[in-house]
Antibody, heavy 121, light 110 residues
Framework: QVQLQESGPGLVKPSETLSLTCTVSGGSVSSGSSYWSWIRQPPGKGLEWIGYVYYSGGTNYNPSLKSRVTISVDTSKNQFSLKLRSVTAADTAVYYC?????????????WGQGTLVTVSS | QSALTQPPSVSGSPGQSVTISCTGTSSDVGSYNRVSWYQQPPGTAPKLMIYEVSNRPSGVPDRFSGSKSGNTASLTISGLQAEDEADYYCSSYTSSSTWVFGGGTKLTVL
């Protein structure tokens, strides 16, 4: 059973960089059939796909966030990370990490519990 | 990329059936059989219920079914139960090789 756990600061100042890490257990980020993903959900609103990273380091991002986002993978720690630069209050959201499984057309079959990040001075 | 269109809310009584629609365009839902559905009870992470339009992951009751016609995908829940009350989101692959979610639908079991 794959488990994912997000970690990182719960409060980020405007214009700074939001940084989160997702630790994977029960599975490997080096798996060739998995894409390691980030999704966010502003309070009271819907889900937004941020992007994903493959074990090789290849990435795919939401065009609306692409200029500010970097997703990377650390196979030695079995982790992957999200960096979102120049944040504003509009980036306040619960951030989820998840696994997209290639074998089921990249559906998101395992999710972390989510972590709330608030952007405020 | 614009969010897929879902009704804000649907409701039904226990035992009844409800259908949630998810309307996209020829650049996403209409062109790919890569539509997924997620269930999100309040305060919890989403759970995959349907992938590739109509396939259920192991452990998802067969009361949940999916279909697609043209640019619109649908999730049908039959034999409605109180535990089905949650928000439901659809998601589709797009011609830009990215993913887009629907705005979500709140299901109320009366």
């Amino acid at each position: 059973q794959v488990q994912l756990q997000e970690s990182g600061p719960g409060l980020v100042k405007p214009s700074e960089t939001l940084s989160l890490t997702c630790t994977v257990s029960g599975g490997s980020v080096s798996s060739g059939s998995s894409y390691w993903s980030w999704i966010r959900q502003p309070p009271g609103k819907g889900l937004e796909w941020i992007g994903y990273v493959y074990y090789s380091g290849g990435t795919n991002y939401n065009p609306s966030l692409k200029s500010r986002v970097t997703i990377s993978v650390d196979t030695s720690k079995n982790q992957f990370s999200l960096k979102l630069r120049s944040v504003t209050a509009a980036d306040t959201a619960v951030y989820y990490c998840a696994r997209a499984d290639y074998d089921i057309s990249e559906a998101l079959d395992y999710w972390g519990q989510g972590t709330l990040v608030t952007v405020s001075s | 990329q614009s969010a897929l269109t879902q009704p804000p809310s649907v409701s039904g009584s226990p035992g009844q059936s409800v259908t949630i629609s998810c309307t996209g365009t020829s650049s996403d839902v209409g062109s790919y059989n890569r539509v997924s559905w997620y269930q999100q009870p309040p305060g919890t992470a989403p759970k995959l219920m349907i992938y590739e339009v109509s396939n259920r992951p192991s452990g998802v009751p067969d009361r949940f079914s999916g279909s697609k016609s043209g640019n619109t995908a649908s999730l049908t829940i039959s034999g409605l139960q109180a535990e089905d009350e949650a928000d439901y989101y659809c998601s589709s692959y797009t011609s830009s090789s990215t993913w887009v979610f629907g705005g979500g639908t709140k299901l109320t079991v009366l």
